[in-house]
């Protein structure tokens, strides 16, 4: 794959307002997960039933800490918001699918909420949905005018 395909940008520079958003997020998100293990990094994983909570939630702060840093200067764009996307993904998954149910799904284990549902689950998944729906932009549109990306393609 040539180094264009992998670095294509739009022209816009108001771009850098969703890669501010998704990537201070995330930032914050992954650095709590190394900041408070027991209730943001593998002590999180372990209750919600991931198979080797200790690797995945070290790996997960890790990526998110590591996207954020490439999504903030708009370098490997494309690449960062494709982790961040797929994390949003599993986390909708794992852990606001089975509010919706209100029931357990698979191996991962319900959280105790006073209310179960479409509109619980709609409201748990606020943010979430936002970060996947800011991943899913800057994959598709690139960093933006203001980014390391569209330097490096000119």
């Known amino acids: 794959m040539n180094s264009q395909k992998f670095l294509h940008t739009d022209a816009q520079s108001t771009t850098i307002l969703i890669r501010i958003m998704v990537g ?79 029931e357990s799904f698979g191996p991962f284990v319900l959280r105790d909420l006073k209310t179960y549902g479409f509109w619980s689950m709609a409201h748990e998944m606020r943010t979430d949905f936002a970060m996947w729906l800011g991943s899913l932009f800057l994959m598709i549109r690139g960093g933006g005018c203001w980014s390391v990306d569209r330097y490096l393609s000119k």
């Open 24 to 102: 201070a997020v995330f930032f914050v998100e992954g650095i709590q997960k190394f900041l408070y293990p027991e209730m943001r990094g593998p002590g999180r994983f372990a209750k919600i039933g991931f198979p080797e909570p200790e690797i995945l939630g070290n790996l997960v702060g890790f990526l998110e800490v590591a996207a954020d840093i490439l999504l903030l200067m708009g370098l490997l764009t494309c690449g960062a918001a494709l982790t961040t996307l797929l994390i949003m993904t599993v986390a909708i998954i794992t852990t606001k699918i089975p509010i919706g149910f209100g």
